[in-house]
């Protein structure tokens, strides 16, 4: 695997565009309601064992993601936004998918749950790829 290049703005901008996604994901705009009921709490209970370091691991997660997206693109030679919107689909079928199905079965989460959380990830790796394929 040879690499020839990362575009580190493209990686930034594709962890803020993840990063944005999840808060927007997980707000009352969207699917936070439905969260709250699939994981078994309150909007109290979430609030008390808020913590801002859980921004910063999103945060961290949403660059690995991001970065882990390039890195494919370039061995890959992925260099145009359907190139990396595909790569973002394969990464979320392929790695996502099995360990959110696996966790969930086993820990007998609720199946709403696993698709909130999953196609979370896959827009948000979608997009990353697409923000790193348009900048190759």
Known sequence: ???TGINY???????????II?????????????WLRAIGKTKEQVKADFSPMNYIWALIAAFLAS???AR??????AAT?????????????CFVLPYVLVTDVFEKRPRS???INLFYHAVGLIVAGIIIGAWR
């Open 113 to 115: 749950l696993a698709m």
């Open 67 to 69: 970065y882990g997206i």
């Open 72 to 77: 494919v693109c370039d061995w890959g030679g």
């Open 9 to 19: 703005l493209a990686v930034i901008v594709a962890t803020a565009a993840y990063w």
């Open 22 to 34: 999840g808060a927007l994901w997980f707000s009352p705009a969207l699917f936070f309601n439905q």
């Open 1 to 3: 695997m040879e690499a």
């Open 81 to 93: 936004i359907v190139d990396g919107a595909l790569v973002g689909v394969l990464a979320a079928a």
